[in-house]
């Protein structure tokens, strides 16, 4: 679930002022005579929600697995906190798409948190207010004697992001992780991500490929070009917060960002 810190220096310390959270350089990434990334420079700020998009091939998911410390690139390097990152980092949590496969099936979703806690050392006193307030904060409150079996798809996530918020991440990595899911649960984990990313003051990176999605969850949508995957615009976006679904997607500028982000990755 977690791994011992894998930063040359410690992770935990305080980004110094002006320092990206994370920061990717000239990354370059072949898979065989495949080019998957090529120069890719970005800097993410400390508590930035940027959502990824692109067209199919342009390398968001192996963008994240390098942030992730997955993968290792042929070329540059990925920062965390100004400090290269060489692996798994425990402050660095990720939520999968296909949560079925993430969740321990035979563990209750208070054993899932737990196995969380355990890698991390935390004392087993410690564990019952923990697992509780977790639970509470993402809706499973009464759900803590339940196998993931017993659940909803939409609980499933949750739990999977419970557990991932027991790791107190500094850093959330997303990787479509309500694709699987219907419109109307889509929408209430949209905005519960969005609470709990402000609350913990999390930098999350996230990638779709539901443009509404982007621009409602994200403070910038980082566009790719494919083959090679390459950063090819950010857009900013400064609708209100909180969000609403339906004001928020109704706004001006929402429908702007739309409309350019279409144009985009019909183009792209």
């Not at 809706?139 to 739990?159: F, N, T, V, Y």
Request: proline share 6%; with cysteine; charged share 25%.
């Amino acid at each position: 679930m977690s791994a011992m810190p894998s930063l040359e220096n410690d992770p935990a310390r305080a980004v110094a002022p002006g320092q990206p959270m994370i920061s990717f350089r000239n990354i370059g990434l072949s898979f065989g005579t495949h080019e998957v990334l090529r120069a890719i420079d970005l800097d993410i700020a400390e508590g930035e929600f940027v959502s990824v998009v692109g067209p199919s091939g342009c390398g968001k998911t192996t963008l994240l697995r390098l942030l992730a410390g997955l993968v290792r690139p042929d070329r540059g390097e990925v920062l965390l906190n100004g400090q290269r990152l060489t692996g798994p980092d425990r402050k660095i949590a990720v939520v999968f798409q296909d949560y079925s496969k993430a969740l321990l099936p035979w563990r209750t979703a208070s054993g899932n948190i737990a196995l969380a806690l355990s890698a991390m050392g935390v004392p087993k006193t410690e564990w019952p207010e923990r697992i509780e307030a977790l639970l509470a904060m993402t809706g499973l409150e009464h759900a803590g004697d339940k196998l993931p079996r017993q659940m909803s798809g939409g609980m499933q996530q949750r739990l999977q992001i419970a557990r991932c918020l027991a790791q107190e991440p500094t850093v959330l990595l997303m990787d479509e992780p309500f694709g699987a899911l219907d419109a109307i649960t889509r929408q209430t984990l949209q905005d519960e991500v969005l609470r709990i990313a402000a609350e913990r003051k999390v930098t999350v990176f996230f990638v779709t490929h539901e443009l509404e999605e982007a621009i409602y969850l994200g403070d910038r949508v980082v566009g790719l070009y494919a083959n090679p995957g390459r950063v090819a615009r950010s857009f900013d976006v400064t609708l209100a917060k909180p969000r609403d679904q339906l004001t928020t997607r109704e706004d001006a500028q929402f429908l702007s960002l739309r409309h350019e982000l279409f144009t985009f990755i019909k183009h792209a």
